[in-house]
Nanobody
């Protein structure tokens, strides 16, 4: 499956952005989807994950209540709605697809990765 992330940009603290990740080349609904991010000088970290049907989601503690992951299997797209953004959210955000069953927090469980989209939150 090929993944194309979009929607990043520059936003002020407290603002919102919605990231999208369009999938092609395979059956999108067969994959658990996740969003990861990597800030300058830091390791890539899990942000949010969603099961194949969208019935199960999980988030890193730092984004709970601010970010929402969702998917549209008819449109082969996964979204990350980000609100109340903070400067610490500044990072390159990656979408990823896993053939697993549950939305894992481990990057090694995701076999396919998009190219990343940059989110910059100014203070």
């Amino acid at each position: 499956v090929q993944l194309q992330a979009s929607g990043g940009g520059l936003v002020q603290a407290g603002g919102s952005l919605r990231l999208s990740c369009a999938a092609s080349g395979s059956t999108f609904s067969s994959y658990v989807m996740g969003w990861f991010r990597q800030a300058p000088g830091k390791e890539r970290e899990f942000v949010a994950g969603i099961s194949r049907t969208g019935g199960t989601t999980n988030y890193v503690d730092s984004v709970k209540g601010r970010f929402t992951i969702s998917r549209d299997n008819a449109e082969n797209t996964v979204y990350l709605q980000m609100s109340s953004l903070k400067p610490d959210d500044t990072a390159v955000y990656y979408c990823a697809a896993s053939p697993g069953i549950r939305p894992s927090i481990g990057a090694r469980d995701y076999a396919y990765w998009g190219q990343g989209t940059l989110v910059t939150v100014s203070s």
